[in-house]
């Protein structure tokens, strides 16, 4: 059906507590509020026709979908696509506007916990994104392809920190246990976020083909970038160490296991990289955590690197 | 084609309907947070809330089949509570062998996991019947009557304006797209090419609408300019409220109240 939430990410009412809601929708009130101001001193009077049409657009773009295998489909979230296109603080303002009318009109995610979907797909996803592009934007000295390579790896992470988000709001209410949610929805967006990469990718090739100034406005940073590249990389750091800490709790499944002794059993599941999200050799427990996480973040960025790097040499 | 089909707005003439859209989307709100408040396991005050929503469903002449056909949306979700079924500790209810695994069910576990299905379906019932008995202009005067500022109000109307135009255009896309990608008749034999060029063709579709959306945007500020807008976002003033209708509100709000107290000082 065409009104069928394109991820598994609008969360609906109940599945969070209420004070995990009204905290997430405090933050996001005060980012919201803070865009406005924002938004209103960089585009002035073009800013109600430029974001409510782009609100649409995002919202129609996000039924485009190409088949995967079988029965599966990739589709797209928008935030990094917004943030490349429109600036940080109108790309909140724009993820703001689509994910509420999801929400107030489609009940696809759901009223109380609108704070939370605001700040997992607005602030989350537009600051990861955000980082993530400039950053490896400006590591490429830009460079054609350095647009692709950035916007790639900036649609990615934005799913992924995003669902990272997703999961601990629901392990915080109690509703998932850390270390099944998070792995899992760590393990399903970062496939989910390929899909959205190479859509983000296509955008950006047929934008680049006809309007390429849109996307050379390397002159001028937006007031305030600095902010928001600032609090995308601490969303980044803060979600990959917060998240293994979570799940390193002794609640969820391995309580179970201890219970039931199905510990021998189930020694080494998949998503366990690194033995317990420890690196041996570290005594201090918490400390070899955040390493773990830093690690895993480092990881992943610099896959992300190769992975445009090899590119550059093909494209060459 | 056109996707008027998207509004969920059903135009009926019932009390619901005529209700002031500013306290519809107060007594929604206050609902689901009750909803939200109600302790886990507190299985007579669901159904007396389920009564409640049941009631007014009926009052809103949309058929309780209609929202229980929408109310489906969130179920899927429910997934993502399960696992807590088997991780909640407490006394064990009842154990699944699954090859060598054994999943041991814990009480407080179940309860948990009925408990979020049970609410967020409720709550789905609720945002349906306000937007199935609400049109999207008075919503956005119950927005702006919540402090939502007025400049994003404005941003919501405009997306509600071209959302159908949008996706009429996203739809005309992907109608060109079935058309030239080559459909086979035989069964096993996919259209198009390989994945990555799919994705690519797609991104292409999503970046020409972005930039006809652009275009379109910089027409409609035009139009807007010559139509004298000077950048300030005017309104007109709320009309005021009909004093039986503050008199419902505090009524409805009261009884929320009573019904999560009675919650509390027995299941709390």
Redesign the interface.
């Known amino acids: 059906m065409?009104?069928?939430?394109t991820l598994?990410m609008h969360?609906?009412?109940?599945?969070l507590?209420?004070l995990v809601?009204l905290l997430l929708w405090l933050m996001s009130i005060a980012v919201?509020?803070y865009a406005?101001k924002r938004v209103?001193a960089d585009l002035?009077?073009?800013?109600?026709?430029?974001?409510?049409?782009?609100?649409?657009?995002i919202?129609?773009?996000q039924?485009?979908?190409?088949?995967?295998v079988g029965g599966t489909s990739?589709h797209?979230m928008g935030a990094a696509?917004a943030v490349i296109?429109l600036g940080p603080w109108a790309a909140i303002?724009v993820m703001?506007?689509?994910v509420?009318?999801q929400?107030?009109?489609?009940?696809?995610g759901?009223?109380?916990v609108l704070g939370a979907n605001i700040f997992n797909m607005g602030v989350v996803g537009v600051c990861v994104s955000y980082f993530t592009y400039q950053t490896v934007k400006r590591l490429l000295r830009g460079k054609t392809w350095g647009i692709f390579a950035g916007g790639f790896t900036a649609a990615w992470l934005s799913i992924v920190v995003a669902a990272l988000a997703t999961a601990l709001e629901?392990t915080f209410s109690?509703?998932?246990?850390a270390n099944?949610?998070i792995p899992a929805m760590a393990g399903i967006h970062a496939l989910i976020g390929i899909?959205e990469g190479?859509?983000?990718?296509?955008?950006?090739?047929?934008?680049n083909a006809?309007?390429p100034d849109?996307l050379n406005t390397e002159s001028k940073t937006p007031a305030g970038g600095k902010a928001v590249w600032v609090g995308g990389l601490l969303f980044a750091f803060v979600l990959a160490i917060a998240s293994p800490l979570a799940s390193s709790f002794p609640?969820?499944?391995e309580?179970?296991a201890e219970?039931?002794g199905?510990l021998e059993?189930?020694r080494d599941p998949l998503y366990k990289l690194i033995p317990d999200y420890l690196i041996p050799g570290i005594s201090n427990t918490a400390l070899a955590t955040i390493l773990a996480g830093i690690l895993g973040t480092l990881i992943v960025f610099f896959v992300a690197l190769a992975v445009a790097y090899t590119r550059r040499k093909r494209s060459v | 084609m056109h996707v008027h089909f998207l509004d969920p707005y059903r135009q009926r003439s019932s009390p619901i309907h005529r209700l002031d859209p500013r306290i519809k989307l107060i007594l929604t709100l206050a609902f689901i947070l009750t909803n939200a408040l109600v302790p886990s396991g507190a299985w007579p005050v669901y159904i007396l809330l389920l009564a409640l929503l049941i009631s007014a469903e009926m009052l809103s002449e949309l058929g309780i089949g209609y929202v229980m056909k929408r109310s489906a949306l969130a179920l899927p979700f429910v997934l993502a509570a399960l696992p807590v079924m088997f991780t909640m500790p407490g006394a064990s209810l009842t154990s699944l062998h699954i090859a060598s695994w054994t999943l041991t069910i814990s009480q407080p576990g179940l309860e948990r996991v009925i408990s979020v299905a049970l609410k967020s379906w409720l709550s789905v019932q609720a945002a349906i019947v306000l937007a199935s008995s609400t049109s999207f202009p008075d919503l956005l005067i119950a927005l702006r009557a919540l402090r939502v500022p007025r400049l994003l109000v404005s941003v919501f109307g405009l997306m509600w304006r071209y959302l159908f135009v949008l996706v009429d255009e996203v739809l005309r896309l992907m109608r060109a797209r079935s058309a030239r990608s080559g459909e086979s008749g035989q069964p096993g034999v996919r259209k198009g090419g390989s994945i990555l060029w799919r994705a690519r063709v797609t991104g292409n579709m999503a970046g020409s609408l972005f930039l006809r959306g652009i275009e379109r945007s910089d027409r409609i500020y035009m139009a807007m300019l010559s139509r004298g807008y000077d950048g300030e976002v005017r309104a007109l003033p709320l009309p005021a409220l009909k004093p039986y209708h503050i008199a419902m509100l505090v009524i409805l709000l009261v009884f929320f109240a009573l019904i999560l107290a009675f919650a509390f000082l027995v299941w709390g």
């Open positions: 065409i009104l069928s939430s598994p969360i609906p009412d109940g599945f507590s209420t809601s919201i509020a406005l209103g002035g009077e073009r800013q109600v026709p430029l974001m409510g049409v782009l609100a649409a657009a919202f129609a773009a039924m485009l979908n190409f088949t995967v990739g797209l696509i296109l303002l703001t506007c689509v509420s009318i929400a107030l009109i489609f009940q696809d759901g009223l109380l629901l109690n509703t998932s246990p099944i949610a899909g190479l859509i983000t990718v296509g955008a950006l090739a047929f934008v006809t309007r849109l609640d969820g499944l309580w179970v219970q039931h199905f059993t189930a």
